[in-house]
């Protein structure tokens, strides 16, 4: 093999993705700093509103909570544990993970860091828990379901052994694992059966006893410099556990910035692969989504020492190419890797064999799409919100300013004038108030039909409203199981679902508009400064809504193979769908309340404040009219306001530039190499 150039580019590429880490915790780091800046200055200027501080709050929560989640996906036994062992875990020196031939992970299982814990742990959900109502997020969110191991991150070996527990299974009578919907799981007659799991059990005569595993779900918490950057990584069994878990494809999946579908060269694509690639993987991948990378493992059984490089190279394009063709991807974006010998070769540090493995690029692919990809969505998220705080906060200063600057020129017009001159401009200041003070008349009668339609609004997305639904739906559709049934009952939940959101958007649509005459009115004629409102974005929420739904009908077309399971995965299927259908409306109204603050509350106050101002002014000129002699020190006391004032403007555009200067680079779409995109046939 050509060494030189190969080992030159691994040792560029082999801490790639380490590092991308590490300057994208940097990054955020700094972020927080600037937005906690910010959060000072308001303090110390007592400037702050509830509005703005809510969204610093939501700003920094998101920021310290941020994960970057890479889920690897495939069949029993393809290498996904190794795979992970080798490209995160290689600095323990030895295997973490348990990969092994025949003991494959069992459960679902997520690695990363629990900010909130000082012990590292284990934590485990017991299979039983799939005959609850509750949904996983749910479970996940009370520790009391889960068993906790301690880990000892001290000594790899033990965390190793702890590990192990992930892929227990155990023996139950048919009927247990038929009332657990589990009389498909892979252990039936073992993963190393050498059988493709999606045709065990039908059509054989029913065994006594069935393995299943253990565990429904784990959780592992431990400070590996990656997961406390926010890395986390999901390593799930294969398609049966896929199927029998709708919250995994449906929600857990959907939501990883990178899914890593892993094929493995001894077995080429199956038709179980393909089973899982199609129904689970693609399928609920929307078009906007990347980050969906292909893996050829084990092309380490293609090398052979009788064969010249170029012959195994040759070989192994080969098979990435008839992957690619199969799955319906472009052939560079399946990518050759022996996770095997990359662990070893890293543990090891042997340059060459590490480069042979070819896991660099992988790596190297996950650093430079995937992260800036976050890092694009977080700027994007948290940002634009803060920008608009930041308006908020500079636009009444400027609205004040200008008010001063005009009151200063007037003032000093009058020095040494006649007293008309003080009358005069006592009889403008007179007019613009009563001009202003109607203007603020209607303001506060549009205010009150403004509230009765955004209560309007707040209902038709209310929770009452959705838990209705709910009720009604699942009346209607207990004791018809059927596949009618379900069907039928589901689409009527959806149809009233965005019903009632399509017609929450007209209500807002109304209420911006009236806003919106009421901004132009006082920024035309009263020269307020005051920022540009923004619609509600009603379509987020019924995008979702849509989103949610063909994920159900994709969901139901691919998994409802067998009658027995049928009844159990519906009622689980249900469970997940509609607590997200519910998180749909109760995040749209607690936006929709914050949108409606923040779309009256600054005009209020900023019509409020200028109220005060023209009052003020009025005084000030009635007292100059009686005797000018106290004009110069009225002056005085205007212009050190003035510099006051400028001072604010001065450091809050700083503010305002340090935040920009955060700003990553824009992505070019065109150039990302990530499988989203179907090949061009
Ligand atoms: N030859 C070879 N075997 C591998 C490689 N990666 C994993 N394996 C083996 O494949 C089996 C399954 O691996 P594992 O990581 O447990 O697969 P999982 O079920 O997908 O998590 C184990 O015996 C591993 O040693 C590889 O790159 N090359
Ligand atoms: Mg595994």
């Known amino acids: 093999m050509s060494t030189t150039l190969t080992e030159i580019n691994s040792a560029l590429q082999q801490d790639r993705f380490r590092d991308q880490m590490r300057v994208f915790a940097d990054w955020k780091a700094e972020l927080t700093q600037t937005i906690k800046d910010y959060q000072d200055w308001l303090n110390t200027h007592q ?30 036994s393809r290498g996904k544990s190794e795979l992970i062992n080798a490209i995160f875990f290689a600095d323990y020196g030895r295997r973490l993970l348990p990969s092994e031939a025949g003991r494959t992970t069992m459960c679902p299982t997520e690695l990363f860091y629990d900010q909130e814990s000082q012990e590292s742990y284990v934590r485990l959900l017991p299979i039983e828990t799939r005959l609850s109502d509750i949904s996983l997020s749910d479970l996940k ?20 052994k702890t590990f192990e527990e992930v892929i227990k299974t155990k023996r139950v009578p048919y009927e247990e694992a038929e009332r657990l919907g589990l009389t498909n799981a892979e252990g039936h007659d073992g993963p190393d059966s050498g059988k493709e799991s999606s045709d065990t059990s039908v059509g054989s005569a029913a065994p006594k006893e069935v393995e299943i595993p253990q565990w429904r779900h784990a959780i592992i918490s431990f400070p590996h410099p990656l997961l406390q950057q926010g890395l986390v990584v999901l390593d799930t069994p294969g398609l049966n556990a896929l199927g029998s878990e709708p919250e995994l494809t449906l929600n857990m999946l959907p939501r990883a910035q990178a899914i890593l579908f892993i094929l493995s060269a001894d077995t080429g694509v199956t038709r179980s692969d393909l089973d899982m690639w199609k129904n689970h993987i693609k399928a609920f991948r929307n078009k906007q989504q990347s980050g969906l990378v292909a893996v050829l493992n084990k092309i380490d059984i293609l090398w052979d020492e009788m064969k010249e490089p170029d012959a195994i190279e040759a070989s192994i394009q080969e098979q990435s190419k008839s992957s690619a063709r199969m799955l319906g991807i472009d052939a560079g974006n399946v990518f050759p890797v022996s996770a095997q010998k990359a662990l070893l070769a890293k543990i090891r540090n042997n340059k060459d ?26 700027w994007d998220n948290i940002v634009s919100g803060l920008d608009q705080a930041i308006d908020n906060t500079y636009n009444p200063i400027a609205s004040q300013l200008d008010d001063l600057v005009q009151q200063i ?25 009563a001009v202003y003070y109607e203007s603020v008349k209607n303001f506060q009668s549009s205010r009150r039909k403004l509230a009765m339609q955004a209560k309007i609004m707040f209902n038709t997305i209310g929770m009452e409203t959705i838990d209705d639904m709910i009720n009604k739906t699942r009346k209607e559709m207990s004791g018809s199981w059927t596949t009618m049934g379900l069907k039928n009952g589901m689409s009527v939940f959806f149809d009233s679902a965005r019903d009632a959101m399509q017609i929450a958007g007209r209500h807002s649509e109304q209420t911006f508009k009236v806003v919106l005459s009421i901004y132009d009115k006082f920024e035309k004629e009263h020269g307020l400064h005051i920022n540009k409102p923004q619609p509600f974005p009603i379509r987020k929420y019924s995008g979702e809504l849509d989103q949610l739904y063909l994920k159900a009908e994709e969901y139901r077309n691919s998994t409802l193979t067998t009658v027995t399971e049928q009844s159990f995965v519906i009622k689980n299927f249900f469970v997940s769908l509609v607590s997200h259908a519910r998180n749909v409306f109760a995040n749209a109204n607690a936006h929709a309340e914050n949108w409606l603050k923040e779309l009256i509350n600054p005009l209020v106050n900023q019509i409020q404040e200028k109220r005060e101002r023209i009052d003020q002014h009025m005084a000030t000129l009635t007292k100059l009219k009686e005797s000018k002699e106290s004009l110069k020190e009225k002056m005085q ?4 306001q003035r510099q006051f004032l400028d001072e604010q403007v001065k450091s809050l555009k700083k503010i305002r530039e340090s935040l920009q200067h955060c700003s990553p680079p824009e992505i070019d779409e065109s150039k990302t190499k990530t499988a989203s995109k179907e090949a061009v046939h």
């Open 47 to 76: 400037l702050g509103s509830p509005e703005i501080e809510l969204r610093i709050y939501d700003a920094l929560e998101a920021l310290n909570s941020d994960k970057l989640t890479i889920a690897f996906v495939a069949e029993f």
């Open 141 to 160: 969110a009370e520790p009391s379901y889960w068993k906790t191991l301690p880990l000892d991150v001290n000594t790899p070996d033990q965390m190793a």
């Open 353 to 378: 064999l590490l480069a042979q493995s070819k896991l660099p690029a992988l790596e190297s692919l996950l650093a430079v799409e995937i992260l800036p990809a976050r890092q694009r969505v977080i």
């Open 409 to 433: 020129k007037e003032l000093s017009s009058m020095s040494g004038k006649s007293d008309n001159v003080v009358r005069h401009l006592l009889e403008k200041a007179k007019q613009q108030k």
């Open 637 to 640: 006391q205007l212009e050190s």
